[in-house]
């Protein structure tokens, strides 16, 4: 008898998902980068001065995106789920559709999509 095999969290499947299509686009980027001709020491040094000033510029970004992970760490909601956000507008009722670092898309039901 072999133990019964849980089900992988639908969150940190699409999650792995979307860091991995990202990591492989950077790779891509580099190793094209590098046929055409850049040495891989400057494309690095580029890539560092770019990250600090792009890194500067977007705190806030930046802050939501340790939220995202947070969120997905902690998972105080998942996939599936009833929640209710409040916003600017009021609170907004839905079933969480996906998870990203950067945002919450939810369903609420009448046909429309929200992005929290």
């Known amino acids: 008898d072999q133990p019964a095999q849980e089900p992988l969290d639908t969150t940190v499947v699409r999650f792995v998902i979307n860091i991995l299509t990202n990591v492989l686009k950077l790779v891509l980027v580099f190793i094209v980068a590098t046929l055409m001709g850049f040495e891989s020491s400057s494309f690095v040094a580029i890539a560092a001065l770019a990250s ?5 510029s977007m705190r806030e970004l930046i802050q939501d995106l340790a939220n995202g992970i ?11 789920d009833s929640v ?11 079933v969480v559709l996906e998870i990203e670092l950067l945002s919450t898309i939810l369903d609420t039901g009448y046909g429309a999509h929200v992005i929290v």
């Open 70 to 80: 947070m969120i997905i760490a902690l998972r105080p909601y998942v996939v599936g």
């Open 52 to 56: 600090f000033a792009i890194g500067w």
């Open 84 to 94: 209710e956000f409040q916003i600017h507008e009021g609170n907004v009722l839905g």
